[in-house]
């Protein structure tokens, strides 16, 4: 294929401006760790698709700077020791710790290879998760007895259909409260959704009461 003279220092150009933007930040990005003193690793790979690149992002817990981020085929030991000697070739300054989700390899990869002796702390959110097993098998099974207990929202709506006195529009309102109380899932360990679940109908329930006594409303 053939492409003009003109084509390619075009593409130089490219490339050269964005070489001098990274080699730029990374010159900030060092200047503010010098300043901190010291690092924390935060380490962790996301999936998009199984059997698709993972994405690897070494990331600074106290600044809250990307050191690094990769895409490697594999999560072996070896390709982990790797990304962390690249991530931190060139600190200045001391790596204190590491935070991550306790995978094996990554455990081997810092103990064994890069950072020998540097305390390797389990991510805090996967270790409550794993110490709330118990209490979440609970909770959701609390929360589909609490489900069994609304259902029927939906032939309510029926009945209230064409009407448009104040008495319906108050009913349509609880029963969307209570049909998004319903789908309003939780995110366990730190919001345990059945007991989110309970306290929303108890809030309901608390507000029919008092609207019911109010305007003499019969079963209130």
């Given at each position: 294929?053939?492409?003009?003279?003109?084509?390619?220092?075009?593409?130089?150009?490219?490339?050269?401006?964005?070489?001098?933007?990274?080699?730029?930040?990374?010159?900030?990005?060092?200047?503010?760790?010098?300043?901190?003193?010291?690092?924390?690793?935060?380490?962790?790979?996301?999936?998009?698709?199984?059997?698709?690149?993972?994405?690897?992002?070494?990331?600074?817990?106290?600044?809250?700077?990307?050191?690094?981020?990769?895409?490697?085929?594999?999560?072996t030991e070896g390709s982990l020791v790797?990304?962390?000697?690249?991530?931190?070739?060139?600190?200045?300054?001391?790596?204190?710790?590491?935070?991550?989700?306790?995978?094996?390899p990554i455990r081997r990869a810092v103990?064994?290879?890069?950072?020998?002796?540097?305390?390797?702390?389990?991510?805090?959110?996967?270790?409550?998760?794993?110490?709330?097993?118990?209490?979440?098998?609970?909770?959701?099974?609390?929360?589909?007895?609490?489900?069994?207990?609304?259902?029927?929202?939906?032939?309510?709506?029926?009945?209230?259909?064409?009407?448009?006195?104040?008495?319906?529009?108050?009913?349509?309102?609880?029963?969307?409260?209570?049909?998004?109380?319903?789908?309003?899932?939780?995110?366990?360990?730190?919001?345990?959704?059945?007991?989110?679940?309970?306290?929303?109908?108890?809030?309901?329930?608390?507000?029919?009461?008092?609207?019911?006594?109010?305007?003499?409303?019969?079963?209130?």
């Amino acid at each position: 294929m053939s492409v003009s003279e003109r084509t390619v220092t075009n593409l130089l150009d490219r490339y050269e401006e964005l070489v001098a933007i990274r080699l730029s930040e990374r010159i900030h990005l060092r200047a503010a760790l010098t300043r901190q003193g010291r690092v924390v690793l935060a380490l962790d790979g996301l999936q998009p698709d199984v059997g698709h690149e993972v994405l690897w992002v070494v990331r600074d817990c106290l600044s809250g700077e990307v050191l690094l981020a990769r895409s490697l085929l594999s999560a072996t030991e070896g390709s982990l020791v790797g990304l962390l000697e690249e991530a931190i070739r060139g600190l200045e300054v001391p790596v204190l710790g590491v935070i991550s989700d306790g995978q094996h390899p990554i455990r081997r990869a810092v103990a064994h290879h890069v950072l020998g002796g540097v305390p390797h702390q389990l991510c805090q959110f996967h270790y409550l998760r794993e110490a709330a097993k118990e209490v979440y098998e609970a909770d959701r099974h609390a929360k589909k007895e609490l489900k069994k207990r609304v259902r029927g929202v939906r032939p309510i709506e029926r009945e209230l259909e064409g009407r448009n006195d104040p008495q319906s529009e108050a009913v349509r309102g609880y029963c969307l409260a209570v049909r998004s109380a319903i789908t309003d899932d939780g995110r366990p360990p730190l919001s345990a959704s059945g007991i989110k679940l309970h306290d929303r109908l108890g809030a309901i329930h608390t507000s029919i009461e008092r609207v019911g006594a109010k305007r003499g409303f019969p079963g209130s």
